[in-house]
């Protein structure tokens, strides 16, 4: 078998382990392993394709320089990298709120005018307007409603990633639908 094959076999951890030795190829295998996942993530959150990118780069930037952040036994890889993702995600809203809030800059940032991922897959406007819809959840409820849409986590995971209790992490799922499915049902009710 080929040295790129016997790298595509290994786990996370081994590749971290690679990584901090400075190998690029084990660091090119986890970004495809993992790159669109955080990438979808950190687009659902924010909706706009310039900022998941940055969101992206700056996590996978820190794996490059510190591969050893992860702690084996406390979460796995990717219930630990979710965290780092999320945790980008509230950050830079919170930077959004007070860039806001404070009186510098020349005004509010441009739009992004490029379609959602989720608009240009489905080339359809409804689900292009629940994608909308989801961005104007709360932080938390959306970042759980993405974690368990797009990501397929479980209650334990998300409630790991967001640093709550499982109740919790289900309280914020069952919030999010609620809010979605009465946005959805008034709109219906006016069309």
Same mark, same amino acid.
């Given at each position: 078998?080929?040295?790129?094959?016997?790298?595509?076999?290994?786990?996370?951890?081994?590749?971290?382990?690679?990584?901090?030795?400075?190998?690029?190829? !084990?660091?090119?295998?986890?970004?495809?392993?993992?790159?669109?996942?955080?990438?979808?993530?950190?687009?659902?959150?924010?909706?706009?394709?310039?900022?998941?990118?940055?969101?992206?780069?700056?996590?996978?930037?820190?794996?490059?320089?510190?591969?050893?952040?992860?702690?084996?036994?406390?979460?796995?890889?990717?219930?630990?990298?979710?965290?780092?993702?999320?945790?980008?995600?509230?950050?830079?809203?919170?930077?959004?709120?007070?860039?806001?809030?404070?009186?510098?800059?020349?005004?509010?940032?441009?739009?992004?005018?490029?379609?959602?991922?989720?608009?240009?897959?489905?080339?359809?406007?409804?689900?292009?307007?629940?994608?909308?819809?989801?961005?104007?959840?709360?932080?938390?409820?959306?970042?759980?409603?993405?974690?368990?849409?797009?990501?397929?986590?479980?209650?334990?995971?998300? !409630?790991?990633?967001?640093?709550?209790?499982?109740?919790?992490?289900?309280?914020?799922?069952?919030?999010?639908?609620?809010?979605?499915?009465?946005?959805?049902?008034?709109?219906?009710?006016?069309?």
């Amino acid at each position: 078998m080929a040295e790129g094959a016997d790298e595509e076999a290994l786990a996370d951890a081994d590749l971290l382990a690679r990584i901090a030795a400075g190998d690029r190829r !084990a660091f090119a295998v986890l970004m495809r392993r993992h790159g669109d996942r955080v990438r979808g993530l950190a687009l659902g959150f924010g909706g706009r394709s310039d900022e998941a990118d940055d969101i992206a780069q700056d996590v996978f930037l820190m794996l490059w320089r510190r591969p050893d952040a992860w702690r084996p036994g406390q979460a796995t890889f990717t219930t630990w990298l979710y965290r780092v993702v999320a945790n980008r995600c509230l950050d830079r809203a919170r930077r959004r709120r007070l860039r806001r809030w404070l009186p510098f800059g020349d005004g509010p940032e441009p739009a992004d005018d490029a379609p959602t991922a989720l608009a240009a897959l489905s080339g359809r406007d409804h689900l292009a307007a629940v994608a909308r819809m989801i961005r104007t959840l709360p932080e938390r409820q959306r970042l759980a409603l993405l974690l368990a849409v797009q990501g397929g986590r479980s209650n334990a995971e998300i !409630a790991a990633i967001l640093g709550v209790s499982q109740g919790a992490a289900e309280q914020l799922l069952v919030r999010a639908r609620r809010t979605l499915r009465a946005v959805i049902d008034e709109r219906e009710m006016r069309s």
